[in-house]
């Protein structure tokens, strides 16, 4: 379907030769798509006061992606790591 910009409203209003009326179109659908997606995060971290004011914290995350398919950007397995340390000062 070929459509400019300036036709839009007529198009949304279900004006001109195109219906699009969500509410229609959504009632010609007759299966859904079986795709499925897991993902599993784990995260371990923990927390060390040098002082009573004066902190360090650290985690680390790993994740693991699952998909049954490929979906439409293509296979999405994979496995990611990331982590996160910083330091703090309570006032």
């Known amino acids: 379907m070929d459509w400019d910009f ?15 009326d969500t509410w229609e179109l959504n009632n010609l659908m007759d299966e ?8 599993y995060q ?5 927390t060390y006061n040098f002082t009573e004011t004066f902190y360090g914290n650290a985690s680390f995350t ?7 398919e ?3 950007s ?11 340390a910083g330091i703090g000062w309570r006032f």
């Open 74 to 84: 293509g296979d999405e397995d994979g496995t990611a790591y990331y982590g996160y």
């Open 6 to 20: 300036a036709e839009r409203d007529s198009l949304i209003m279900g004006g001109g030769d195109y219906n699009y």
């Open 42 to 46: 784990m995260t371990v971290g923990g």
């Open 32 to 39: 859904y798509s079986d795709l499925s997606y897991e993902q």
């Open 62 to 68: 790993y994740d693991i992606f699952d998909a049954k």
């Open 70 to 72: 490929e979906f439409v």
